[in-house]
């Protein structure tokens, strides 16, 4: 069996992780949800986010405030300005945007979540192998450039071939939700690399599949990926790129495995709001954030 890009590797065990620090967020702030679901009625109740929030945003904004370009100096990213305004975490007034009282609460739940989720996969998994994984990690990787970026790649473009998928197979191959796969299908189109049918035997279902030049681009996003991990190891050596797919491997599973076998290993929460969707029971290869709160699998 041909093995996994070390990106499928790194993010399933990524998304795995801030699915399930995103759980425990989600059990201890007051917040609501798109389909109604609530967890307290405090004044001032939240929009729930995901880490990504946090992570590239929230930490640098606090009640003293800062401004815009100083944010996005730190952050070394764009953001999510009127969402997270919008949402309840901040205010913007006269060019400062500061955290309302809400968005104070969050910055007290989200910041301690992450020792504590890994004392979870170290009790799950062990120290020997969440400590390997760091070392592994201390030495080697990072990201290559494209035309497309590596979530739709890695996660769409990857499912779908010359023959044709069902449009609503999509979220299940790909394990990221409808709306990330309606947003990638959008640029896949745009750029002529797949085109949406009638399905050809006949069913009501819409087909996808890929143009000679989507062919093409799916082909180089293997190359490229395989170029950025020679490029890797000529820089840190084979030795630490190899320690690194080992520890990973020993944590994720196999990354094609159905279920996942890090869905499996969590618990997950009877109440939170992925309980009362339908899920895809794998995770994707590469973490798909969109506008909508920051979910990794693009929800």
């Known amino acids: 069996m041909t093995e996994p890009p070390l990106t499928t590797l790194l993010s399933q065990a990524l998304v795995a992780f801030v699915i399930e620090l995103d759980e425990a967020f989600e ?3 007051s917040h609501y949800t798109t389909d109604g679901g609530r967890r307290g009625r405090a004044r001032g109740t939240l929009w729930l986010t995901s880490w990504a929030m946090w992570a590239t945003y929230m930490r640098f904004v606090d009640e003293e405030g800062i401004t815009l370009p100083e944010l996005r100096r730190q952050a070394r990213t764009g953001t999510n300005l009127d969402g997270m305004r919008r949402w309840g975490y901040i205010t913007r007034d006269a060019g400062v945007i500061r955290a ?4 104070l609460r969050a910055r007290a739940v989200w910041a301690p979540l992450p020792e504590e989720i890994e004392g979870r996969w170290r009790a799950r998994f062990g120290d020997g192998a969440i400590d390997r994984v760091r070392a592994a990690l201390a030495r080697a990787f990072e990201r290559g450039g494209g035309a497309l ?3 739709i790649c890695a996660d769409v473009l990857r499912v779908l071939d010359e023959r044709g998928v069902q449009q609503r197979e999509l979220p299940s191959r790909s394990g990221v939700s409808r709306v ?13 690399l797949a085109v949406v049918v009638a399905d050809p035997d006949g069913s009501r279902f819409r087909v996808v599949r890929l143009t000679p030049a989507g062919v093409a681009a799916r082909e180089q996003t293997h190359q490229r990926l395989a170029a950025v991990e020679r ?3 000529e820089r840190v050596g084979e030795e630490a790129l190899d320690e690194l797919r080992a520890a990973l491997a020993a944590v994720v599973g196999d990354p094609g495995a159905r279920p996942a076998p890090l869905l499996l290993a969590r618990e997950p929460c009877p109440d939170g709001w992925r309980a009362r969707v339908r899920g895809a029971d794998v995770l994707p290869h590469f973490p798909m954030v969109l506008h909508r709160g920051g979910f990794p699998d693009g929800s």
């Open 100 to 103: 309302t009282p809400a968005g």
């Open 231 to 233: 490029g890797a190891a």
């Open 27 to 29: 059990q201890r702030l």
């Open 180 to 192: 990330a796969v309606e947003m990638a299908l959008g640029i896949l189109r745009k750029r002529e």
């Open 149 to 151: 970026s590596l979530a």
